[in-house]
């Protein structure tokens, strides 16, 4: 009888271990964090060798005077369709109180495009955060389920 109930306890351990599982990237980070993308996968080559397809990496939330000429920062990419982009920022430009960067991928010859004012890639609005951690390789994971529910919808 005692071993029935000890069963029933580890289920229960189990069941709330993958409830916060569950929760934490949707709530806990993204309030930690301070961004409403707190994990990403990176999908393509252009931050290589820092960054390799596969990677996930952690986003930290930050205001405009954190973000530093060679930081890696996450962005809604206007340039892209608002798409989300990892790159880093080579250039930071201050236009009439507002902070502009222009961001290169490591790989690529060229910066981004400069949409604002023909000097920035991003403006602060545009950016997530700035790349705190990398985790070499879980990301495939995501990427394979991606692929998967795409071939087989």
Same mark, same amino acid.
Not at 15 to 40: E, Q
Not at 119 to 126: I, W
């Given at each position: 009888?005692?071993?029935?109930a ?9 069941? +709330? ?21 707190? !994990? ?12 390799h ?7 930290? #939330? ?15 990419? %206007? ?11 080579? %250039?930071?430009?201050?236009?009439? &109180? ?9 790989? &690529? ?5 400069a +949409?604002?004012? #023909? ?28 692929? !998967?529910?795409?071939? &087989?919808?």
């Amino acid at each position: 009888m005692q071993s029935k109930a000890r069963g029933h306890v580890e289920l229960l351990y189990l069941v +709330v271990l993958a409830a916060i599982a569950a929760v934490a990237p949707r709530v806990i980070l993204p309030m930690t964090l301070k961004t409403d993308v707190p !994990l990403a996968v990176i999908e393509s080559g252009s931050m290589e060798p820092t960054l390799h397809v596969g990677d996930l990496v952690i986003i930290r #939330g930050v205001s405009p005077g954190e973000v530093k000429q060679d930081d890696i920062i996450v962005f809604r990419a %206007r340039f892209l369709g608002g798409s989300l982009t990892v790159h880093r920022v080579i %250039r930071i430009i201050h236009l009439d &109180n507002v902070t502009l960067y222009r961001t290169k991928g490591d790989a &690529n010859f060229l910066p981004d495009p400069a +949409v604002y004012s #023909g000097l920035g890639s991003v403006s602060e609005d545009d950016v997530v955060g700035k790349v705190i951690v990398r985790i070499p390789l879980i990301g495939y994971i995501t990427l394979g389920f991606t692929k !998967l529910l795409i071939r &087989n919808p």
